[in-house]
C-alpha cells in the first residue's frame, strides 16, 4: 500500500512536470506566431526595463540563453528525483523572479494570461512538493557509508 502511494505521488509529480513543459512552449509559441505587438503598435509605449537600458540589450540575449539551458537541465533533474535538481530548480526560480523585476514590462494578452498564472501555480507546486510535500523523501541527499 504504501509502495503504491509512493509511486503514484511521483507519475503526479512527473505529470506536474510535463504540464509546466507544455505551458511553457504554448507561452512563447502562440506570441511570435500571432505578434499582437505589431498589430496593436504598443511596442513603442513599453518600458524596457533596467536590463536592456543599462546594459545595452546584449544580457537580455544572454540571459534568456542561460535561462532556458538552466531551466532545461533542471526540469531534467527533477524529473528523475536527483536530489540535486530540486536546489538547481530553486535557484532557477529565484533567479526568474529577479530578472522578471528588472526586466520592465509585460504584456499579458487575455488568453496568455491564465496561462502564465498556470505555469507559475505549476512552479509553486513543483517547489512545495520538493521540500515540504510527499515527494520530498525522493530528493532527499543520502549519505553512503563505507
Given at each position: 500500500?504504501n509502495?503504491?502511494?509512493?509511486?503514484?505521488?511521483?507519475?503526479?509529480?512527473?505529470?506536474?512536470?510535463?504540464?509546466?513543459?507544455?505551458?511553457?512552449?504554448?507561452?512563447?509559441?502562440?506570441?511570435?506566431?500571432?505578434?499582437?505587438?505589431?498589430?496593436?503598435?504598443?511596442?513603442r509605449?513599453?518600458?524596457?526595463?533596467?536590463?536592456?537600458?543599462?546594459?545595452?540589450?546584449?544580457?537580455?540575449?544572454?540571459?534568456?540563453?542561460?535561462?532556458?539551458?538552466f531551466?532545461?537541465?533542471s526540469?531534467?533533474?527533477?524529473?528523475?528525483?536527483?536530489?540535486?535538481?530540486?536546489?538547481?530548480?530553486?535557484?532557477?526560480?529565484?533567479t526568474?523572479?529577479?530578472?522578471?523585476?528588472?526586466?520592465?514590462?509585460?504584456?499579458?494578452?487575455?488568453?496568455?494570461?491564465?496561462l502564465?498564472?498556470?505555469?507559475?501555480?505549476?512552479?509553486?507546486?513543483?517547489?512545495?512538493?520538493?521540500f515540504?510535500?510527499?515527494?520530498?523523501?525522493?530528493?532527499?541527499?543520502?549519505?553512503?557509508?563505507?
Amino acid at each position: 500500500m504504501n509502495n503504491e502511494k509512493v509511486e503514484t505521488n511521483k507519475i503526479f509529480f512527473r505529470r506536474i512536470i510535463l504540464l509546466m513543459v507544455f505551458i511553457v512552449i504554448l507561452t512563447g509559441f502562440i506570441p511570435s506566431v500571432f505578434d499582437f505587438e505589431k498589430y496593436y503598435g504598443i511596442s513603442r509605449f513599453i518600458n524596457p526595463g533596467y536590463t536592456s537600458v543599462l546594459l545595452k540589450g546584449k544580457f537580455e540575449l544572454y540571459s534568456t540563453i542561460f535561462m532556458s539551458f538552466f531551466s532545461l537541465i533542471s526540469l531534467i533533474l527533477i524529473y528523475f528525483f536527483i536530489p540535486i535538481g530540486k536546489y538547481f530548480f530553486l535557484i532557477y526560480f529565484c533567479t526568474n523572479i529577479f530578472l522578471i523585476m528588472l526586466g520592465g514590462d509585460i504584456i499579458n494578452y487575455g488568453f496568455l494570461y491564465p496561462l502564465e498564472w498556470l505555469k507559475n501555480v505549476t512552479e509553486a507546486l513543483l517547489l512545495y512538493q520538493m521540500f515540504i510535500g510527499a515527494n520530498k523523501e525522493n530528493f532527499r541527499i543520502r549519505k553512503f557509508k563505507s
